[in-house]
């Protein structure tokens, strides 16, 4: 299998949104008073941060330079969230339903790159694995959008 350039700024894409959702979920712990949501906001960016590390590992390992940053689009978002936040007095649901809309786009963008069949087994199932997780996620953010 060839590792080509276009596999390798997907997975660069990937590698940023996680940069991304990571620095969102921490951002949300930060604007949220209810513990048990704390606690969630900070899991799931531990659990993107380690989707981070298992894609720059992956780049890193077919010799290609994995991207060091999130992207501008989500640095504008988390800003649009901070602000929001701010002005919706720290707003649980608000939060909430943007963490949701986040995730929603993350799990496209991933549906979208599993469409490759360029890649790697290995590559493969680190995909669908993070794919799988980050459903659980949105059924687990529903889940608090009900409770909230």
Do not use: C
């Amino acid at each position: 299998m060839k590792y080509t350039e276009k596999i390798s700024n997907k997975l660069n894409e990937l590698l940023e949104k996680n940069y991304d959702a990571e620095k969102g979920y921490i951002n949300s712990a930060e604007n949220v008073d209810n513990t048990r949501l704390k606690i969630f906001f900070k899991n799931r960016a531990s659990e993107r941060s380690q989707f981070a590390k298992e894609l720059r590992t992956e780049i890193l390992s077919y010799g290609q330079i994995p991207e060091d940053a999130g992207s501008f689009q989500g640095t504008m978002h988390r800003n649009w969230m901070s602000l929001k936040s701010l002005f919706s007095g720290n707003d649980e649901e608000a939060i909430l339903e943007e963490a949701l809309r986040g995730e929603k786009a993350s799990l496209e963008e991933y549906a979208e790159i599993l469409k490759y069949e360029d890649f790697a087994p290995s590559t493969q199932k680190m995909l669908e694995m993070q794919h799988q997780k980050i459903q659980a996620a949105i059924n687990s953010l529903m889940v608090e959008e009900e409770l909230a």
